[in-house]
């Protein structure tokens, strides 16, 4: 019979016990959403993602099971401003107002409280939206795949990863294909999109479609699309595609990016001087 670890064996009597604080999410400050900032410059804590539409795969999943990840504050006078987890206070907040119009309990957030100056709480920022490594495609099918076999739907297995039902639809099928195409999906050597076009080939085929993707890849050109192979986007980059790259930059780049998208409105991306100016030249040209 397998021993179960005390609680010393684990580390915990040696570790550092800390306190995470469940608070209302309305009682905490985001900065440039509960206040009139509209810029880095005016405030070191904001930042532009706050314009960003909210996720209704992640309200969703909120409802269910609650913020999960703490969210940094720090204390400015007899206020709480949010330092890291703005898109997590967004969430609950509209989960609750739907939680409540049902008549059910509100959720609240952890919070864990930070102490520094300016450059340390920015520094704090950067660090939670810049150092992560997701799971790759692959990795995410399988764990998909995984929580479908313990008996859950797809609606479920969409509120549970934060997606929709199509994506989940189309992770299993990558789960389907050849090895080599799955391979070629978890390194990033072609876009999930590209690959589920060829979803309908024999295994060989796939294989074949792949090798032709990557030599046109290498040579700079355009795969030729296999017969029987079903539609793609072709070269134009898919909106996830765009948004993921957006989460890399910061700044102007970002916000063309998401105002390209659609995702900000163009009176907000203007609030950024350059991207204000760079929008007007492009329009005197035409």
């Known amino acids: 019979m397998a021993k179960t670890a005390t609680t010393k064996q684990a580390g915990f009597e040696t570790g550092t016990k800390t306190s ?55 204390r400015n006078g007899e206020k709480y401003e949010v330092v890291a987890g703005r ?94 195409t799955q391979k070629a999906v978890a390194k990033g050597e072609i876009a999930i999109h590209e690959a589920l076009a060829f979803a309908k080939l024999s295994h060989d085929d796939q294989d074949k479609a792949i090798e032709e993707h990557k030599k046109a890849h290498a040579e700079g050109r355009r795969a030729s699309k296999p017969k029987g192979a079903g539609k793609t986007h072709g070269d134009k980059a898919t909106k996830t595609q765009i948004l993921a790259v957006a989460r890399h930059l910061s700044g102007t780049a970002q916000m063309a990016l998401l105002w390209a998208v659609g995702e900000i409105e163009e009176k907000a991306a203007s609030e950024d001087k350059k991207f204000a100016g760079a929008l007007a030249k492009s329009r005197e040209k035409k």
């Open 87 to 180: 898109q997590r206070v967004r969430w609950a907040r509209a989960a609750n107002e739907k939680l409540i119009a049902e008549g059910k309990e509100p959720i609240k957030v952890p919070t864990m409280l930070k102490r520094g100056d300016d450059a340390e709480m920015y520094g704090v920022l950067i660090s939670e939206n810049e150092i992560r490594q997701g799971d790759d495609a692959l990795t995410q099918a399988r764990k998909m795949e995984r929580f479908l076999a313990m008996g859950r739907s797809e609606e479920e297995a969409a509120v549970a990863f934060g997606v929709s039902v199509s994506t989940i639809k189309g992770r299993m099928k990558i789960l389907e294909m050849s090895t080599m």
């Open 20 to 74: 995470a604080y469940f608070v209302d999410p309305k009682e905490l400050v985001v900065i440039g959403l509960d206040t009139d900032h509209k810029s880095e410059a005016e405030h070191p804590l904001y930042d532009p993602r706050v314009k960003l539409k909210l996720d209704d795969h992640m309200v969703a999943n909120v409802m269910r099971y609650g913020v999960l990840e703490t969210v940094i504050v720090r």
